[in-house]
Structure formats: C-alpha cells, structure tokens
C-alpha cells in the first residue's frame, strides 16, 4: 500500500513564505515522478511543479522564480519551498507520485492534501 504524507501548510502574509514536504512510503514499490498539485475553491486542480527521480523538474508559469521543488530519493521525500506567496497561491496543495511494483503494475497516487491560505 502507498501512502503519501504530507505536511507544512498554513496560513502566511502576502509576500511571506511556506515550505511543503510530502513523504511517500510503499512496500515494494518504487517512485517515479513526484508533483505538487493545487486546487482553488471554484476551480480545476491544476500542477504546480513537478520532479522526476533523476531531479527534472517542472513549473507552472505561474509559480516559476518563486517556488522551488527539491527531492530526496534516499527517503522519497518531496519539499517545495514556497516564497514571495501572492494571494492567488491560496488553495488546497496536494502531493503525487507514481509508484511502480517489481511485477510492472503501477500508478499515480495522492496525498490527503494540505492547506495554505495567503491572507493579511
């Protein structure tokens, strides 16, 4: 079973900032690509960044120069450092990994997601 654990949302000031960690945990799987995703309140879940396990990463144009998605492959584990927040970034951000068995079935799973409000 895959799980994905998630931590470090919050509520902070425009201008101010948040780091994320998501850990994903799984008996005899292994992890692929690992993503950050959003979702607004009246709005579509859309990908925030992206890391692959060779360290590839990707970001939406509206988050690029100000988040930065780092991973640690000796403990799956994701961080996306979150800076200069704007009042648009509040949502509902949720971990995601593709996971793989030694016998080929795989899949992409989610995490419970985390809130971050940006507010004065």
């Known amino acids: 079973q895959v799980q994905l654990v998630e931590s470090g949302g919050g509520l902070v000031q425009p201008g101010g900032s948040l780091t994320l960690s998501c850990t994903a945990s799984g008996s005899r799987v292994n992890f692929g690509a690992m993503a950050w995703y959003r979702q607004a309140p009246g709005k579509q879940r859309e990908m925030v960044a992206e890391?692959?396990?060779?360290?590839?990463?990707f970001y939406a144009e509206s988050v690029k120069g100000r988040f930065t998605m780092s991973r640690d492959n000796s403990n799956n584990t994701v961080i996306l450092q979150m800076n200069t927040l704007k009042v648009e970034d509040t949502a509902i951000y949720y971990c995601?990994?593709?996971?793989?068995?030694?016998?080929?079935?795989?899949?992409?799973?989610w995490g419970q997601g985390t809130q971050v409000t940006v507010s004065s």
């Open positions: 890391v692959s396990n060779g360290g590839t990463t």
């Open positions: 995601n990994a593709y996971a793989w068995t030694n016998s080929g079935t795989g899949g992409y799973y």
